[in-house]
Protein backbone atom coordinates (compact mmCIF):
# COMPACT_ATOMS: atom_id res chain seq x y z
CA UNK A 1 0.00 0.00 0.00
CA UNK A 2 1.43 3.51 -1.07
CA UNK A 3 0.63 6.50 1.41
CA UNK A 4 0.88 9.87 0.09
CA UNK A 5 1.82 12.24 3.59
CA UNK A 6 1.04 16.11 3.58
CA UNK A 7 2.12 18.17 6.02
CA UNK A 8 2.36 22.06 6.37
CA UNK A 9 1.44 22.57 9.99
CA UNK A 10 4.32 25.46 10.65
CA UNK A 11 6.83 26.58 8.02
CA UNK A 12 8.11 23.52 6.28
CA UNK A 13 6.21 22.17 3.17
CA UNK A 14 6.57 18.14 3.54
CA UNK A 15 5.44 15.54 0.80
CA UNK A 16 6.50 11.79 1.15
CA UNK A 17 5.54 8.73 0.20
CA UNK A 18 5.53 5.25 2.29
CA UNK A 19 5.09 2.22 1.55
CA UNK A 20 2.48 0.14 4.10
CA UNK A 21 3.10 3.01 6.80
CA UNK A 22 7.20 1.11 7.36
CA UNK A 23 9.39 2.26 4.36
CA UNK A 24 10.20 5.65 3.23
CA UNK A 25 10.13 5.94 -0.43
CA UNK A 26 10.79 9.62 -0.50
CA UNK A 27 10.31 12.28 2.10
CA UNK A 28 10.47 15.98 0.37
CA UNK A 29 11.34 18.65 3.13
CA UNK A 30 11.06 22.34 1.81
CA UNK A 31 12.34 24.30 4.64
CA UNK A 32 11.35 28.45 4.80
CA UNK A 33 14.07 29.12 7.37
CA UNK A 34 15.27 31.37 5.12
CA UNK A 35 12.32 33.42 4.24
CA UNK A 36 11.20 33.79 7.89
CA UNK A 37 14.89 34.30 9.63
CA UNK A 38 15.28 38.15 9.45
CA UNK A 39 11.82 38.29 11.71
CA UNK A 40 13.72 35.84 14.46
CA UNK A 41 10.15 33.90 14.11
CA UNK A 42 7.63 32.12 11.61
CA UNK A 43 5.28 35.02 10.46
CA UNK A 44 2.23 33.15 9.67
CA UNK A 45 0.95 34.53 6.56
CA UNK A 46 4.63 34.03 4.20
CA UNK A 47 4.22 31.03 5.56
CA UNK A 48 0.93 29.86 4.58
CA UNK A 49 1.77 31.95 1.19
CA UNK A 50 4.81 29.70 0.53
CA UNK A 51 3.25 26.65 1.60
CA UNK A 52 1.06 27.69 -1.86
CA UNK A 53 3.72 28.17 -4.18
CA UNK A 54 5.81 24.66 -3.38
CA UNK A 55 3.38 22.06 -2.58
CA UNK A 56 2.71 20.72 -6.20
CA UNK A 57 6.20 20.67 -6.45
CA UNK A 58 7.31 18.96 -3.42
CA UNK A 59 4.57 16.63 -4.12
CA UNK A 60 6.05 15.68 -7.50
CA UNK A 61 9.16 15.52 -6.49
CA UNK A 62 8.08 12.92 -3.59
CA UNK A 63 6.49 10.67 -6.45
CA UNK A 64 9.38 10.75 -8.80
CA UNK A 65 11.83 9.83 -6.38
CA UNK A 66 9.57 7.51 -4.68
CA UNK A 67 8.93 5.85 -8.47
CA UNK A 68 4.98 6.14 -8.02
CA UNK A 69 2.88 7.47 -9.79
CA UNK A 70 -0.39 9.77 -8.62
CA UNK A 71 -2.27 6.72 -9.51
CA UNK A 72 -0.45 4.05 -7.75
CA UNK A 73 -1.46 5.79 -4.35
CA UNK A 74 -3.85 4.18 -2.08
CA UNK A 75 -4.14 6.61 1.02
CA UNK A 76 -3.31 10.12 1.46
CA UNK A 77 -2.58 11.26 4.90
CA UNK A 78 -2.55 15.08 6.20
CA UNK A 79 -1.99 16.97 9.24
CA UNK A 80 -5.31 19.02 10.20
CA UNK A 81 -3.72 20.12 13.30
CA UNK A 82 -2.61 21.33 15.71
CA UNK A 83 -0.55 24.33 13.81
CA UNK A 84 -0.74 27.67 12.11
CA UNK A 85 -4.47 27.95 10.56
CA UNK A 86 -3.05 29.03 7.04
CA UNK A 87 -0.66 26.70 6.71
CA UNK A 88 -3.36 23.81 7.67
CA UNK A 89 -5.83 25.33 5.27
CA UNK A 90 -3.23 24.77 2.07
CA UNK A 91 -2.61 21.64 3.28
CA UNK A 92 -5.71 19.92 3.45
CA UNK A 93 -6.95 21.83 0.59
CA UNK A 94 -4.75 20.62 -1.10
CA UNK A 95 -4.95 17.47 0.18
CA UNK A 96 -8.41 17.20 -0.53
CA UNK A 97 -8.04 17.98 -4.01
CA UNK A 98 -5.59 15.10 -5.01
CA UNK A 99 -7.56 12.43 -2.64
CA UNK A 100 -10.29 13.58 -5.73
CA UNK A 101 -7.87 13.45 -8.59
CA UNK A 102 -6.79 10.13 -7.70
CA UNK A 103 -10.12 9.01 -6.49
CA UNK A 104 -8.43 7.37 -3.17
CA UNK A 105 -9.46 7.78 0.53
CA UNK A 106 -7.75 11.06 2.81
CA UNK A 107 -7.32 10.58 6.15
CA UNK A 108 -6.60 13.57 8.52
CA UNK A 109 -3.43 13.09 11.00
CA UNK A 110 -2.99 14.92 14.39
CA UNK A 111 0.44 16.25 14.47
CA UNK A 112 1.54 15.03 17.26
CA UNK A 113 -0.02 11.72 16.62
CA UNK A 114 2.41 12.15 13.26
CA UNK A 115 5.73 12.75 15.44
CA UNK A 116 4.90 9.76 17.57
CA UNK A 117 4.98 7.81 14.62
CA UNK A 118 8.40 8.60 13.25
CA UNK A 119 9.44 5.96 15.51
CA UNK A 120 7.26 3.34 13.72
CA UNK A 121 9.30 3.82 10.72
CA UNK A 122 12.48 2.20 11.96
CA UNK A 123 13.73 -1.56 10.93
CA UNK A 124 12.37 -2.46 14.77
CA UNK A 125 8.92 -1.09 16.15
CA UNK A 126 8.68 -0.20 20.24
CA UNK A 127 6.68 -2.76 21.56
CA UNK A 128 3.71 -1.08 24.10
CA UNK A 129 3.03 0.26 26.09
CA UNK A 130 5.09 3.05 24.83
CA UNK A 131 6.12 6.34 27.26
CA UNK A 132 6.36 8.75 24.40
CA UNK A 133 8.40 12.02 25.20
CA UNK A 134 7.27 14.30 22.25
CA UNK A 135 9.53 17.73 22.18
CA UNK A 136 9.15 20.63 19.30
CA UNK A 137 8.45 23.89 18.77
CA UNK A 138 5.03 24.05 20.13
CA UNK A 139 4.90 20.83 22.36
CA UNK A 140 6.48 18.78 25.52
CA UNK A 141 4.13 16.22 26.32
CA UNK A 142 4.22 12.68 27.99
CA UNK A 143 2.32 10.62 26.01
CA UNK A 144 1.31 6.93 27.07
CA UNK A 145 0.19 4.69 24.05
CA UNK A 146 -1.00 1.13 25.21
CA UNK A 147 -1.73 0.08 21.78
CA UNK A 148 -1.66 1.84 18.02
CA UNK A 149 -3.78 4.98 18.63
CA UNK A 150 -4.81 4.66 21.79
CA UNK A 151 -3.20 8.35 23.84
CA UNK A 152 -3.04 9.03 27.23
CA UNK A 153 -1.74 12.15 28.06
CA UNK A 154 -0.28 11.77 31.05
CA UNK A 155 1.53 15.47 31.30
CA UNK A 156 2.59 18.37 29.22
CA UNK A 157 3.73 21.90 29.35
CA UNK A 158 1.99 24.79 31.67
CA UNK A 159 3.56 27.61 29.61
CA UNK A 160 5.89 27.67 27.28
CA UNK A 161 7.03 24.37 25.00
CA UNK A 162 10.55 23.01 24.82
CA UNK A 163 11.49 23.67 21.84
CA UNK A 164 10.10 27.16 21.95
CA UNK A 165 12.50 28.24 25.08
CA UNK A 166 15.53 26.83 23.44
CA UNK A 167 14.39 29.31 20.42
CA UNK A 168 13.79 31.96 22.01
CA UNK A 169 16.74 32.18 24.15
CA UNK A 170 18.89 31.46 21.49
CA UNK A 171 17.37 34.50 19.89
CA UNK A 172 18.54 37.09 22.70
CA UNK A 173 22.01 35.48 22.06
CA UNK A 174 22.45 36.56 19.14
CA UNK A 175 22.46 32.80 17.66
CA UNK A 176 20.94 31.43 14.51
CA UNK A 177 17.54 31.15 13.38
CA UNK A 178 15.94 28.45 14.51
CA UNK A 179 17.85 28.99 17.32
CA UNK A 180 17.65 25.21 18.87
CA UNK A 181 20.32 23.56 17.33
CA UNK A 182 22.39 26.53 16.98
CA UNK A 183 21.86 26.78 21.00
CA UNK A 184 22.83 23.03 21.51
CA UNK A 185 26.03 22.96 19.48
CA UNK A 186 27.65 26.12 21.68
CA UNK A 187 26.59 24.16 24.31
CA UNK A 188 28.91 21.57 23.63
CA UNK A 189 31.95 23.54 24.38
CA UNK A 190 30.81 25.11 27.62
CA UNK A 191 30.35 24.19 31.36
CA UNK A 192 27.02 23.33 32.65
CA UNK A 193 28.38 23.79 36.18
CA UNK A 194 28.97 27.37 35.67
CA UNK A 195 25.64 29.01 35.86
CA UNK A 196 22.92 26.06 37.44
CA UNK A 197 19.35 25.74 36.31
CA UNK A 198 17.82 23.86 39.33
CA UNK A 199 14.30 21.93 38.92
CA UNK A 200 10.98 24.57 39.19
CA UNK A 201 8.52 23.27 41.69
CA UNK A 202 5.31 22.88 39.83
CA UNK A 203 1.98 22.60 42.00
CA UNK A 204 -0.57 20.39 40.81
CA UNK A 205 0.37 17.03 38.58
CA UNK A 206 3.30 15.75 39.24
CA UNK A 207 4.33 15.14 35.74
CA UNK A 208 3.94 18.42 34.03
CA UNK A 209 6.47 20.95 33.09
CA UNK A 210 7.07 24.89 33.10
CA UNK A 211 9.87 26.42 30.95
CA UNK A 212 8.89 29.52 31.40
CA UNK A 213 11.00 30.33 34.60
CA UNK A 214 14.07 29.03 32.95
CA UNK A 215 13.81 31.07 29.91
CA UNK A 216 13.32 34.17 32.00
CA UNK A 217 16.09 33.16 34.15
CA UNK A 218 18.61 32.79 31.23
CA UNK A 219 17.29 35.55 29.59
CA UNK A 220 18.27 37.92 32.95
CA UNK A 221 22.09 36.04 33.27
CA UNK A 222 23.10 37.29 29.86
CA UNK A 223 21.43 40.37 29.87
CA UNK A 224 23.87 40.97 33.19
CA UNK A 225 26.31 38.83 31.80
CA UNK A 226 29.77 40.23 29.66
CA UNK A 227 28.82 38.35 26.75
CA UNK A 228 32.07 36.68 26.17
CA UNK A 229 31.80 33.83 23.88
CA UNK A 230 32.94 31.63 26.82
CA UNK A 231 30.14 33.00 29.00
CA UNK A 232 27.73 32.21 26.74
CA UNK A 233 28.64 28.25 25.99
CA UNK A 234 28.64 28.11 29.46
CA UNK A 235 25.40 29.91 29.82
CA UNK A 236 24.16 27.86 26.97
CA UNK A 237 25.17 24.11 28.00
CA UNK A 238 23.68 25.38 31.79
CA UNK A 239 20.19 26.37 30.30
CA UNK A 240 20.44 23.48 28.01
CA UNK A 241 21.32 21.23 31.03
CA UNK A 242 18.60 22.68 33.23
CA UNK A 243 15.96 21.86 29.87
CA UNK A 244 17.20 18.11 29.40
CA UNK A 245 16.61 17.48 33.52
CA UNK A 246 13.35 18.64 33.68
CA UNK A 247 12.69 17.23 30.37
CA UNK A 248 13.80 13.56 31.94
CA UNK A 249 12.80 14.13 35.67
CA UNK A 250 9.23 12.35 35.63
CA UNK A 251 10.39 9.57 32.57
CA UNK A 252 12.30 7.21 35.34
CA UNK A 253 9.02 7.19 37.78
CA UNK A 254 7.02 7.06 34.63
CA UNK A 255 8.47 3.96 33.13
CA UNK A 256 7.64 2.04 36.24
CA UNK A 257 4.34 3.09 36.99
CA UNK A 258 3.06 2.49 33.64
CA UNK A 259 4.97 -0.76 32.73
CA UNK A 260 5.92 0.79 29.89
CA UNK A 261 8.38 -1.71 27.51
CA UNK A 262 9.64 1.01 25.14
CA UNK A 263 10.70 4.64 25.51
CA UNK A 264 10.11 6.93 22.49
CA UNK A 265 11.85 10.17 21.82
CA UNK A 266 10.13 12.55 18.96
CA UNK A 267 9.55 15.82 17.96
CA UNK A 268 12.01 18.47 16.66
CA UNK A 269 13.34 19.02 19.95
CA UNK A 270 14.54 15.08 20.16
CA UNK A 271 17.39 16.53 17.72
CA UNK A 272 18.97 17.79 20.83
CA UNK A 273 22.66 16.46 21.49
CA UNK A 274 22.28 16.22 25.12
CA UNK A 275 18.60 14.93 25.38
CA UNK A 276 19.80 12.29 23.50
CA UNK A 277 22.40 10.90 25.21
CA UNK A 278 20.90 11.12 28.80
CA UNK A 279 17.89 9.69 27.36
CA UNK A 280 20.37 6.70 26.14
CA UNK A 281 21.81 6.79 29.45
CA UNK A 282 18.69 6.53 31.45
CA UNK A 283 17.07 3.57 29.09
CA UNK A 284 19.79 1.54 29.41
CA UNK A 285 20.19 1.77 33.20
CA UNK A 286 16.51 0.70 33.35
CA UNK A 287 16.83 -1.96 30.75
CA UNK A 288 14.24 -0.64 28.43
CA UNK A 289 14.62 0.08 24.91
CA UNK A 290 15.28 3.37 23.63
CA UNK A 291 13.28 4.65 20.25
CA UNK A 292 14.18 8.10 18.81
CA UNK A 293 14.21 8.96 15.08
CA UNK A 294 16.76 9.54 12.93
CA UNK A 295 16.94 13.39 12.82
CA UNK A 296 15.37 14.18 9.25
CA UNK A 297 12.40 12.32 10.91
CA UNK A 298 12.36 14.38 14.32
CA UNK A 299 11.79 17.73 12.74
CA UNK A 300 8.80 18.03 9.98
CA UNK A 301 7.94 15.55 7.56
CA UNK A 302 5.40 13.77 4.99
CA UNK A 303 6.42 10.70 6.38
CA UNK A 304 5.94 10.56 9.57
CA UNK A 305 2.26 11.59 9.12
CA UNK A 306 1.94 8.68 6.45
CA UNK A 307 2.88 6.68 8.96
CA UNK A 308 0.51 7.66 11.32
CA UNK A 309 -2.14 7.46 8.47
CA UNK A 310 -1.33 4.00 7.64
CA UNK A 311 -1.98 2.73 11.01
CA UNK A 312 -4.89 4.86 11.56
CA UNK A 313 -6.57 3.92 8.59
CA UNK A 314 -6.12 0.08 9.37
CA UNK A 315 -7.26 0.55 13.02
CA UNK A 316 -10.59 2.67 12.10
CA UNK A 317 -11.28 0.87 8.96
CA UNK A 318 -11.07 3.54 6.41
CA UNK A 319 -10.83 7.22 6.15
CA UNK A 320 -12.84 9.65 4.23
CA UNK A 321 -14.42 8.64 1.16
CA UNK A 322 -13.87 10.97 -2.03
CA UNK A 323 -16.94 12.66 -1.75
CA UNK A 324 -16.72 13.23 1.88
CA UNK A 325 -13.36 14.81 2.12
CA UNK A 326 -14.34 17.79 1.11
CA UNK A 327 -15.73 18.53 4.63
CA UNK A 328 -12.78 17.45 6.92
CA UNK A 329 -11.67 20.50 8.58
CA UNK A 330 -8.49 21.62 10.66
CA UNK A 331 -7.78 23.72 13.58
CA UNK A 332 -4.77 25.13 14.96
CA UNK A 333 -5.50 23.84 18.51
CA UNK A 334 -6.53 20.20 17.86
CA UNK A 335 -6.67 17.89 20.84
CA UNK A 336 -4.74 14.92 20.81
CA UNK A 337 -7.91 12.30 20.71
CA UNK A 338 -7.15 7.95 20.40
CA UNK A 339 -8.57 6.58 17.45
CA UNK A 340 -11.79 5.01 17.36
CA UNK A 341 -11.88 1.35 16.27
CA UNK A 342 -14.42 0.07 13.99
CA UNK A 343 -12.87 -3.10 13.13
O1 LIG B 1 8.78 19.37 15.35
P1 LIG B 1 9.29 20.62 14.79
O2 LIG B 1 10.05 20.55 13.48
O3 LIG B 1 8.17 21.66 14.58
C1 LIG B 1 7.09 21.76 15.46
O4 LIG B 1 6.17 20.92 15.35
O5 LIG B 1 7.17 22.66 16.32
O6 LIG B 1 10.23 21.26 15.91
C2 LIG B 1 10.95 22.43 15.71
C3 LIG B 1 11.63 22.80 17.02
C4 LIG B 1 12.25 24.19 17.00
O7 LIG B 1 11.86 24.86 18.16
C5 LIG B 1 13.74 23.90 16.98
O8 LIG B 1 14.54 24.89 17.57
C6 LIG B 1 13.79 22.62 17.80
O9 LIG B 1 12.70 21.87 17.32
N1 LIG B 1 15.06 21.91 17.61
C7 LIG B 1 15.97 21.75 18.61
C8 LIG B 1 17.08 21.10 18.03
N2 LIG B 1 16.80 20.88 16.70
C9 LIG B 1 15.56 21.39 16.47
N3 LIG B 1 15.91 22.09 19.90
C10 LIG B 1 16.97 21.77 20.66
N4 LIG B 1 18.10 21.17 20.19
C11 LIG B 1 18.19 20.80 18.88
N5 LIG B 1 19.27 20.20 18.41
ZN1 LIG C 1 6.25 19.24 14.61
Known amino acids: MFILGIDTSCDDTSCAVVRDGRQVLSNIVSSQTKLHEKFGGV ?50 GFAKGMAHAAQVPLIDVHHIAG ?40 GETRDDAAGEVFDKVAREMGLGFPGGPYLDRLAETGDPGKIPFPLPKIRGSKYDYSFSGIKTRALLEFEAGDKSEGFKADLAAGFRKGVVNQLLNPVEELLKETGARSFALSGGAAANALLRRKSRELATRLGIPLFIPPMELCTDNGAMIAAAGYYKYKLTGGGWSETESSMMECSAGLELRSWEETA
Open 43 to 92: VPEIASRRHLEVLIPACSEALEQAGVTLKQIDLIAVTNGPGLLGSLLVGV
Open 115 to 154: HIYANFLGEELPEFPVLNLVVSGGHSELILMEAHGHFTLL
